[in-house]
T-cell receptor, first 116, second 116 residues
Framework: AQTVTQSQPEMSVQEAETVTLSCTYD???????LFWYKQPPSRQMILVIR??????QNATENRFSVNFQKAAKSFSLKISDSQLGDAAMYFC?????????????FGPGTRLSVLP | ETGVTQSPTHLIKTRGQQVTLRCSSQ?????VSWYQQALGQGPQFIFQ???????GRGNFPPRFSGLQFPNYSSELNVNALELDDSALYLC???????????????FGPGTRLTVL
């Protein structure tokens, strides 16, 4: 079974600075998908960025980018020019593409605080 | 386009009771997944429904059951409630007509269940 680990329960960053959230995962599959989800306080989970394992190029979405190291099974999220609205729980998630009924395996999350 | 909605928002039950949670999928989505998110943890997959049939199940006992209706809305039923069932229950919908089947999941705001 796949597992996802986020070793940083809490992180903080100054507004306008850059922060990197770590994620490692364990799998025997060669093809899969990785995601970062954001869950603001008392609000619903939204997708930040996704990465297909067969793509070598790191995904980028505006101020959010990932560092995907397939051999190391590492998938970190970099947030540039941090804003107050970035404060939230961030979850790293893994998904197998094989068959039906496969769903996300989430990590325990990292709580990000943004300091003004 | 209507997003994923869940009802009720909050619910308080006592141990041994039964509860039904409801989810309306995003317009055009035919797959619904349910997750349990305990306080301070990442979501855990309960099960998925695709075209009104259970399509995968996580490590949850049979007292967790569900339904999907012809309009693709879904219910999660939990019998014989236990204190450990207290959690945020998330519903997520997706479509097999997406570019990659079930790669995108859209989450609802969740139902906060408290068991006393």
């Amino acid at each position: 079974a796949q597992t996802v680990t986020q070793s940083q329960p809490e992180m903080s960053v100054q507004e306008a600075e850059t922060v990197t959230l770590s994620c490692t995962y364990d799998t025997s599959e060669s093809d899969y998908y990785l995601f970062w989800y954001k869950q603001p306080p008392s609000r619903q989970m939204i997708l930040v960025i996704r990465q297909e394992a067969y793509k070598q190029q790191n995904a980028t979405e505006n101020r959010f980018s990932v560092n995907f190291q397939k051999a190391a099974k590492s998938f970190s999220l970099k947030i540039s020019d941090s804003q107050l609205g970035d404060a939230a729980m961030y979850f790293c998630a893994y998904r197998s593409p094989i068959g039906y009924g496969q769903n996300f395996v989430f990590g325990p999350g990292t709580r990000l605080s943004v300091l003004p | 386009e209507t997003g994923v909605t869940q009802s009720p928002t909050h619910l308080i039950k006592t141990r041994g009771q039964q509860v039904t949670l409801r989810c309306s999928s995003q317009s055009g989505h035919n797959t619904v997944s349910w997750y349990q998110q305990a306080l301070g943890q990442g979501p855990q997959f309960i099960f998925q429904y695709y075209r009104e049939e259970e399509n995968g199940r996580g490590n949850f006992p049979p007292r967790f059951s569900g339904l999907q209706f012809p309009n693709y809305s879904s219910e999660l039923n939990v019998n014989a409630l236990e204190l450990d069932d207290s959690a945020l229950y998330l519903c997520a919908s997706s479509s097999d007509r997406a570019r990659v089947f079930y790669m995108e999941q859209f989450f609802g705001p969740g139902t906060r269940l408290t068991v006393l």
